[in-house]
């Protein structure tokens, strides 16, 4: 690279100190020349930003006025940092040293290329991919998202068996490289999402414009999850099935969505007879309101989500920010054109490598 790209690490950050405190160091030890690092902060009730004044006064502090979500936090902050190169960073996360260099390098060997993630392995267990990226993120036909390294509960061990970069359908939003150029003309992210799957929404319309996405497996971080919302609250089950809706509607070809969607309310109806076996009523009902959500969006009814207050804001109204996908060259590279549900859960497909390659676009 004959001009190093100006590159900023922005986290967004609510009430997480002591993520802060923990994470910070390792993000401040990158070698990238120049990198600034910005700290976007989410009406936090916490002490976060009197530490990070404290104790890093060189680090930018950009303060919402009210928690907007994650889409909503970043869209807001990023409007307010130059460079040519945002890279989104978790709180929650472990960098190593050089895990910039690697993903901006194969960036910049393609024009075409509009946004990367490193290798995402577990912080608990730093042999093992971790749920929200790891090795590059895929999509069924049905709209059913999955990792090389991780299908549905099932993790895989770092083996060297992803060691390949290439072009992938999404990249983790843990750590999310992406080309500013790309993030304008995107629009940013769909704040009608709040948070969850919104990096798969922005991936899929970057693709849908013809450019590329990468996993980039010579950079590796180390990602604890589940830092703001963790897996057992109903909160996120409802933004997963709700945006998992809201993904297939914006992104299919008209027909194409209305035949997927009718076949995903069918299978989220077994999905709330499982939560209603296993006892987790709160979870099925999570499931019924994402519907509900859902289908009355269609007639521009845009009511309160969930009615709870997880994340400090009970909104889920339509944003100005909500885009619907053009289409100009339609990348569905990283599609798996089968059903992902038929094969881990019927054929006993458990691994990415599992699965029959030839069924992968």
């Known amino acids: 690279m004959i001009n190093t790209p100006k590159v900023a690490v922005v986290i967004l950050n609510w009430n997480g100190v002591k993520y802060l405190k923990q994470f910070l160091p390792s993000v401040l030890a990158s070698t990238w020349p120049g990198l600034e690092i910005v700290i976007g902060d989410n009406a936090s009730a916490d002490d976060s930003i009197a530490f990070i004044k404290e104790n890093y006064p060189a680090i930018r502090i950009i303060q919402n006025d009210k928690n907007y979500g994650f889409t909503g936090g970043y869209n807001r902050v990023l409007s307010q940092v130059d460079a040519h190169y945002y890279i989104l960073l978790n709180s929650d996360v472990e960098v190593t040293p050089g895990w910039i260099e690697p993903v901006i390098s194969l960036m910049e060997s393609d024009e075409q290329i509009a946004a990367a993630a490193p290798k995402l392995l577990s912080f608990a267990q730093k042999d093992q991919f971790e749920h929200a990226g790891a090795a590059g993120g895929f999509i069924d036909s049905f709209g059913y998202p999955f990792c090389r390294g991780r299908m549905f509960y099932e993790l895989e061990h770092d083996l060297g068996q992803y060691e390949q970069s290439g072009e992938v359908f999404w990249a983790s939003g843990a750590s999310l490289f ?15 999402f709040f948070a969850h799957m919104e990096e798969i929404d ?38 997963n099935f709700r945006n998992n809706l809201l993904l297939l509607k914006k992104n299919l070809p008209f027909w194409r969505a209305l035949f997927v969607i009718g076949i995903r309310f069918c299978m989220d109806l077994l999905a709330i007879f499982r939560f209603l076996a296993e006892g987790k009523r709160k979870d099925a009902w999570a499931v019924s309101r994402a519907h509900q959500n859902f289908v009355l969006g269609l007639f521009g009814i845009h009511v309160s989500g969930y009615g709870v207050k997880d994340l400090g804001n009970g909104e889920n109204k339509l944003s100005p920010k909500t885009h619907k996908s053009k289409r100009i060259v339609h990348n569905l590279k990283g599609m798996y054109k089968g059903s992902i549900v038929w094969a881990f859960f019927v054929k006993k497909k458990t691994r990415f490598t599992d699965l029959d390659q030839t069924d992968l676009i």
């Open 202 to 239: 922005l991936c899929w319309r970057l693709k849908n414009l013809g450019y590329k996405v990468m996993y980039c497996a010579q950079s590796t971080i180390y990602h604890v999850g589940g830092g703001t919302l963790n897996a057992e609250n109903p909160f996120k089950t409802y933004l």
């Open 178 to 192: 992406i080309k500013k150029k790309y993030w304008d003309e995107a629009g940013g992210f769909d704040e009608h």
